[in-house]
């Protein structure tokens, strides 16, 4: 992507306090022209680090343009840094889809779809983390046009600290969440379950057979996901396989070649790369069209704010035959309220991609700084 037609000349990153347990981080670009471009870096726990770094990437991307922003940082090998080039990447092409007239996807793509397949993310809407607090959160979901739910239901567990014996005991609340949320939406809906890489394989061998009869679509992130893990993740995909459950993950990979040994060894079922982390929008089209090959499906994984969530959307149809793209259901009136209070309509499980030019959202400045936490700004020669 070349962007030399129209230089930054200003680029801008605010992080905003969007509730007592989330923050997102947003990334503007200004051109001579006046043409606005937006990215999301947010990466929970890690603002700080992000936000340290953001002097010397802005400063790069300022005064030698027209090179990508992984040009500049090649290696990217953590995810603070990651996210800040991700981030400064869509709102580049944002800016050049804007200039050409078109939605992002249809730069991206001939033919993009017009509507893309969504499932519900519930768990940060879900403050009553009871079985019931799950169900309503899982229906009010289903009343607003998905089709599909996630949970992340073992809030108890953590192997990291727990003996095999307490972990598999701790599931049971989490088993008690997914028994409640089946109960309530039916068999017809299709029902994940994220465990945050908190089980180990004891664990998960104990938990499969305990929820075959909840018929989940799909299990997310068993397991810690290093090399040394590789050979056990394939075993639990083989036995979730066994009762008709894929596996997923690979949510936090940067750059593509993070994902060749997951590929090499056919780990995963679905694959879930974001597009604040995994280096790019050329990256994460070329991920997508790896993963295709593979025979594996490409869902890419969206929990945060209304600019990820527009650009993973433009991805998703872009990419033909995507799989579902994660939403986050409801966590707060602020996510159409910052990019001007457009609520995005789900329709049987799918939403239509906006039409208009670049990523079809702009942030409320007055909003992001009344809820901004912090703020800079690099300016061209600065």
Not at 101 to 129: F, K
Request: charged share 25%; glycine share 6%; hydrophobic share 40%.
């Amino acid at each position: 992507m070349s962007n030399s037609h129209d230089r930054p000349d200003e680029i801008r990153i605010d992080l905003c306090r969007i509730s007592e347990k989330t923050c997102w981080l947003f990334i503007s670009i200004r051109t001579r022209s006046g043409l606005q471009g937006v990215g999301e870096a947010t990466l929970s726990g890690r603002e700080k680090e992000v936000l340290a770094l953001f002097g010397e990437v802005a400063s790069a991307l300022l005064n030698a343009p027209g090179r990508s922003p992984r040009a500049h940082f090649p290696d990217m090998l953590s995810l603070p840094l990651a996210a800040l080039i991700s981030a400064c990447d869509q709102a580049l092409w944002d800016i050049q889809a804007q200039a050409q007239a078109l939605p992002l996807c249809a730069l991206l793509s001939p033919e993009p779809a017009r509507e893309i397949s969504v499932y519900a993310n519930i768990n940060r809407r879900t403050g009553d983390r009871s079985a019931a607090g799950f169900a309503v959160s899982a229906l009010d979901a289903i009343a607003c046009g998905h089709t599909a739910i996630k949970i992340a239901p073992f809030d108890e567990v953590d192997c990291r600290r727990q003996r095999p014996p307490k972990a598999v005991a701790a599931l049971q609340k989490g088993i008690e969440r997914i028994d409640r949320v089946r109960d309530a939406i039916g068999e017809d809906i299709r029902l994940m379950v994220d465990c945050h890489w908190r089980l180990d394989v004891p664990t998960v061998q104990a938990l499969l057979p305990s929820i075959a009869r909840y018929r989940l679509y799909w299990l997310e992130c068993p397991l810690p996901e290093s090399h040394a893990n590789l050979d056990e993740l394939v075993a639990i995909k083989a036995q979730a396989n066994a009762q008709h459950v894929l596996l997923a993950g690979c949510e936090e990979n940067i750059r593509t070649e993070s994902f060749a040994p997951f590929w090499d060894k056919r780990v995963y079922d679905v694959y879930m790369p974001d597009a604040k982390y995994v280096g790019g929008i050329e990256e994460m089209m070329a991920v997508a069209a790896h993963i295709q090959q593979q025979g594996a499906t490409f869902s890419p994984h969206n929990p945060s704010g209304p600019v990820c969530d527009a650009v993973s959307a433009h991805v998703c149809a872009a990419v033909a035959g995507a799989g579902m793209l994660e939403m986050q259901f409801d966590e707060t009136p602020l996510f159409s309220a910052l990019i001007g209070g457009e609520t995005k309509a789900v329709e049987r499980g799918k939403v239509a991609l906006s039409p208009r030019p670049g990523l079809g959202v702009t942030l409320d400045r007055a909003l992001v700084e009344k809820y901004a936490l912090t703020s800079q700004t690099v300016k061209r020669g600065s």
